[in-house]
C-alpha cells in the first residue's frame, strides 16, 4: 500500500481503467458505499482546455450511514464529503487512490467524530486490500 499525507493506494498491473473502476465499484459496495459522483478528468480537461490527460477518473464515495453520523456530529462536514476515490492510468496498469479520512476530518476539531473517522478508515482500507 502507497501513502501519503492525506491518502493511500495501490498500483494493479496489467489492468485497465475500466476494469479497475468496476474492482473499486464493487469493493466500495460490499463495504456500504454508493458512487454519487464520477469526474472523467480527462474528458473535462479536453474539453475545457483542449490538452490530452492520461485517463484518470474521480469517484464521490459515500456511505449513507456514515455520512449520517458525521452529519449529525458536525452540520458543516459535508464540505468534506463525498470521499474521493481516484483512478488514474500509470504505466502498464492503474493507481487506485483514497483520500484519508483521518487526513479529511483532521481540519475538525470534534471528538464526536472520532468513531466515525476510525470506521471510514477501516472500511476504505478494506476497499484497497479487495482490489488484489
Same mark, same amino acid.
Given at each position: ?9 495501490? $498500483?494493479? #498491473? %496489467? ?5 479497475? #473502476?468496476?474492482?473499486?465499484? /464493487?469493493?466500495? &459496495?460490499?463495504? %456500504?458505499?454508493?458512487? !454519487?459522483?464520477?469526474?472523467?478528468? #480527462?474528458?473535462?480537461? #479536453? ?17 449513507? &450511514?456514515? &455520512?449520517? +453520523?458525521?452529519?449529525? &456530529? /458536525? ?12 483512478? $488514474?492510468? /500509470?504505466? @502498464? ?6 483520500? @484519508? ?11 464526536? *467524530? /472520532?468513531?466515525?473517522? $476510525? ?6 482500507? +478494506?476497499? *484497497?486490500?479487495? !482490489?488484489?
Amino acid at each position: 500500500m502507497q501513502v501519503s499525507s492525506y491518502g493511500y493506494g495501490k $498500483q494493479l #498491473k %496489467g489492468v485497465t481503467l475500466d476494469e479497475a #473502476k468496476s474492482r473499486v465499484s /464493487e469493493a466500495l &459496495a460490499k463495504e %456500504g458505499f454508493g458512487i !454519487l459522483t464520477e469526474i472523467d478528468v #480527462k474528458a473535462t480537461l #479536453k474539453k475545457k482546455l483542449d490538452v490530452e490527460f492520461r485517463p484518470y477518473v474521480i469517484l464521490g464515495a459515500c456511505n449513507p &450511514a456514515l &455520512a449520517h +453520523r458525521a452529519l449529525g &456530529a /458536525e452540520p458543516q462536514i459535508g464540505l468534506l464529503l463525498p470521499c474521493n476515490v481516484v483512478i $488514474q492510468q /500509470e504505466g @502498464d496498469g492503474v493507481t487506485v487512490s483514497i483520500a @484519508d479520512p483521518r487526513a479529511m476530518f483532521s481540519l475538525v476539531r470534534n471528538p464526536e *467524530l /472520532e468513531p466515525v473517522v $476510525q470506521e471510514a478508515d477501516q472500511r476504505l482500507r +478494506r476497499v *484497497l486490500e479487495a !482490489l488484489s
